[in-house]
C-alpha cells in the first residue's frame, strides 16, 4: 500500500482562538454565545422595565399632616404624611380589623407591612417593607411603622398611599424552633401586584 505524505500546503489552516476548532465551528460557537448573551440582555430589560401596581388596592391620596385611614380585609392603616426636603415620610400604625381574624387566632407568627407610593394610574414608585417578632394578636393595640420617599421630580400629578401585608396568624404561640404545633393558622395577604 502505497504511502502518501501531505505537504505543509494541504493541511487545512486551524484557527487560531478557540481551541484548535475550524473556523466554520468556531463561527458558529461564536454566534451561539452572541445569541445567548443578547436573549440575556433582553430578559435583564424586560425584567427592569417590569413594574408594580396597587391599582386594585385601596389607597388614598398624599394629604400633608392630615390623619388618614386606609382599610383593608384584615388590617386598618392609620398614618399621617409629614412633608420633609424632597422627600415625604408616612408615620403610621397598623391594627386588625374587628371582627376579622377569626375568634381563636390569637398571634402572629409572621407579619409584613408594606407601605406603597403610587402614581394616579397605581403604578408604584417606591415602595417599603416590615418584618415584624411574632406577637400576640393586639398586644401592643396597633402595630407602629414609618418610612420616607424620596420624591422624583418627573413623578408629576398627585401622588396616592397604599398598603399591603402578608400575615399568619395561629391559635397558639409560635414555637422557637419553628415545628408545628399542631394548631390551626390562617395565611392572608394583600400587596402589589407585577405588571
Not at 89 to 98: I, K, L, M, Y
Not at 131 to 150: H, K, M, N, Q, S
Not at 175 to 181: I, N, Q
Request: net charge neutral.
Amino acid at each position: 500500500m502505497p504511502v502518501s505524505f501531505l505537504s505543509p500546503r494541504s493541511i487545512p489552516p486551524r484557527s487560531s482562538g478557540c481551541s484548535g476548532r475550524p473556523p466554520r465551528q468556531a463561527a458558529a460557537l461564536a454566534a451561539a454565545l452572541a445569541a445567548v448573551l443578547v436573549a440575556g440582555l433582553c430578559l435583564a430589560l424586560l425584567a427592569g422595565c417590569a413594574r408594580q401596581t396597587v391599582g386594585h388596592l385601596a389607597r388614598a391620596q398624599l394629604q400633608s399632616d392630615t390623619p388618614q385611614t386606609v382599610s383593608m380585609q384584615y388590617l386598618r392603616f392609620t398614618y399621617r404624611v409629614v412633608p420633609l426636603r424632597e422627600s415625604v415620610g408616612v408615620r403610621g400604625q397598623a391594627s386588625p380589623v374587628p371582627g376579622a381574624l377569626p375568634a381563636w387566632a390569637r398571634w402572629y407568627e409572621q407579619l409584613t407591612v408594606m407601605v406603597y407610593l403610587s402614581d394616579a394610574s397605581g403604578r408604584v414608585l417606591d415602595a417599603a417593607e416590615y418584618d415584624y417578632l411574632p406577637r400576640a394578636v393586639g398586644d401592643e393595640g396597633a402595630i407602629p411603622f414609618e418610612t420616607r420617599f424620596y420624591l422624583d421630580p418627573e413623578d408629576k400629578g398627585p401622588l396616592y398611599v397604599s398598603f399591603g401585608y402578608r400575615m399568619v396568624a395561629t391559635e397558639r404561640e409560635p414555637r422557637s424552633d419553628g415545628s408545628d404545633d399542631g394548631g390551626r393558622s390562617l395565611i392572608v395577604g394583600e400587596g402589589a401586584l407585577d405588571n
